[in-house]
């Protein structure tokens, strides 16, 4: 009885002990990474990109890497500088839905600023209720990609202006008509006088007065922005955790780098669904080279919460998906995957800049949060005055 007694007693103790032991243990880690999260928090609010830890890229990823930061100034092309005319034109007219054959459909109808310059539909609806085969990017902050569309078939704003007006499933008028129909209204006069000097209508000049207004749409400072210049309690322990992965573990940065968050490269993420009756040869349809089957220009991050939902074919949604399927590589479809487009039988590699990351579901919280850091607030911009 009396050993019983003890032997229980040493049970107890032990048990307590070890309680202590585990305790102290989990104690010890949290406050490990709490220290390691301030550690992390006062680099990179420290306004000084030296001091952030040296971020983790592949060797093929370096020709293309600038450090994430802020964006640079908007550089306007020599032949169509900027003027506040020009701008105010290229609203009105990216407002005008006269531009289409129905007279209904305007750029604005599928880049809408309150929905962050996109229209939030996996595919857009365009002239006579038609479906596109893309999701409608965001057009903010354009003025940083060097192509332009899913597979870079513009090569600038004042190319690019034209093609939607034209597209038979987006506005479907001949640009001539689009032209003339412009040139008849007499309110236009006045517009085109103030930017170009002289009030004759031409289809340049379009082009011109919508790149201008769409080179203004820059994000303002974001909570990233001010984060990195200093203010250091404007991060949670999640958006501190989230950037650091986003340049180390997740290798985000491997693609996804500089202010605009984009190396502006076109790369394969094995979205393609080559095979499939969705497939995509993206960047393929137009160089017509069997290793850009199923790449696609890395796009922007910035107001990334604002702009989904995500991919060429807004397959994604919500945003935590986009993550999971980074954190696992991307296995599926296979790497390989073959079919035969136009007689010739064409297979998409996915980059190898891609692999299993295995993030915990706290590390994708964390990189989401992050995320989130680089939206801004959806602006209510008046709609213009359409001229008669
Ligand atoms: C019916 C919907 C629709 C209309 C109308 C429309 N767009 Fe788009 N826009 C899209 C879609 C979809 C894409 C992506 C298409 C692709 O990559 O093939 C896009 C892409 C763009 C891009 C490329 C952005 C980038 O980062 O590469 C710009 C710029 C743009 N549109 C401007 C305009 C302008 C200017 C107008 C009016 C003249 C216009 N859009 C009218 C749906 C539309
Ligand atoms: C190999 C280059 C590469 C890497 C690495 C990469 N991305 Fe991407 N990312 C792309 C490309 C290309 C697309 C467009 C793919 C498509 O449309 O099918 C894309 C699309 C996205 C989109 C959707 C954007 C939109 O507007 O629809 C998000 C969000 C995104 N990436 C986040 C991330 C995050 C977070 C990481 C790190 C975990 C990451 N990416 C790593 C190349 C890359």
Known sequence: MKNGLSWFLVLVISLFLLNNCIQNKAYKALSEEQDFINKLRMLYSSGDQKQWPKPVLDAGALDNFTEIGHLPSVEFPSD???SIEKATLGKTLFYDPRLSKSNQIACASCHDPELGWTDNRTFSFGHDR?????????????????????????ASLEQQSKMPIEDVKEMSEHIDIATEKIAKIKGYEFLFEKAFGDKKVT??????????????????????????DGQSSLYSDDEVMGLHLFRTKAQCMNCHNSGYFSNNQFENDGTSLLGS???DLGLYLITKKPEDVGKFRVPTLREITRTGPWMHNGAFTPLTDVLTFYSNGNPE????????????????????????LDLSPIEIRQLEAFLGTLSTRPQRLTPPVLPQ
């Open 203 to 228: 289809k340049e000049k379009i082009a011109k007065a919508i790149a201008t207004f769409e080179r203004t749409l820059i994000s303002p400072a974001s909570k990233f922005d001010k984060f990195i």
């Open 130 to 154: 038609q479906v596109g085969s893309r999701n409608a990017m965001t057009i903010m902050n354009v003025a940083f990609a060097k192509s332009l569309f899913w597979d870079g078939r513009a």
């Open 277 to 279: 009756k969705h497939e």
């Open 333 to 356: 479809p296979p790497k390989k995957k073959s079919t035969v487009h136009e007689g010739i039988t064409l297979e998409s590699e996915k980059s190898d800049k891609l692999k299993f």
């Open 80 to 82: 169509n500088p900027y």
